[in-house]
């Protein structure tokens, strides 16, 4: 069995900076994609950057130049850099790997952004 677990989340003032991990407990075979999601309360949950297994990365246009996605697929392993955070970037943020037969998904982690 196949778990994501998340850390690096908290409370943070705006303009400060968090980098969220995720790694995986067992192996995935074939990753094609891992990413972060991000459900702030009463919205559906967004995507909030991706990087593919040839290192193509995609961000949603609100974090661009402040958020950061690196990966490692031989370690299962993948992370964001936030930096400038601002209030609005407050949410739970997900860990997503995926590969051509399923998707995993880590339990989330919260980033609070506030004075």
């Known amino acids: 069995q196949v778990h994501l677990v998340e850390s690096g989340g908290g409370l943070v003032q705006p303009g400060g900076s968090l980098r969220l991990s995720c790694a995986a407990s067992?192996?995935?075979?074939?990753?094609?994609?891992m990413g972060w999601y991000r459900q702030a309360p009463g919205k559906q949950r967004e995507l909030v950057a991706a990087i593919t297994s040839g290192g193509t990365t995609n961000y949603a246009d609100s974090v661009k130049g402040r958020l950061t996605i690196s990966g490692d697929i031989a370690k299962n392993t993948v992370y964001l850099q936030m930096n400038s955070l601002k209030p609005e970037d407050t949410a739970a943020y997900y860990c997503?790997?995926?590969?051509?037969?399923?998707?995993?998904w880590g339990q989330g982690t919260q980033v609070t952004v506030s004075s």
């Open positions: 067992g192996s995935i075979f074939s990753i094609i994609r």
């Open positions: 997503n790997v995926e590969n051509p037969w399923r998707a995993y």
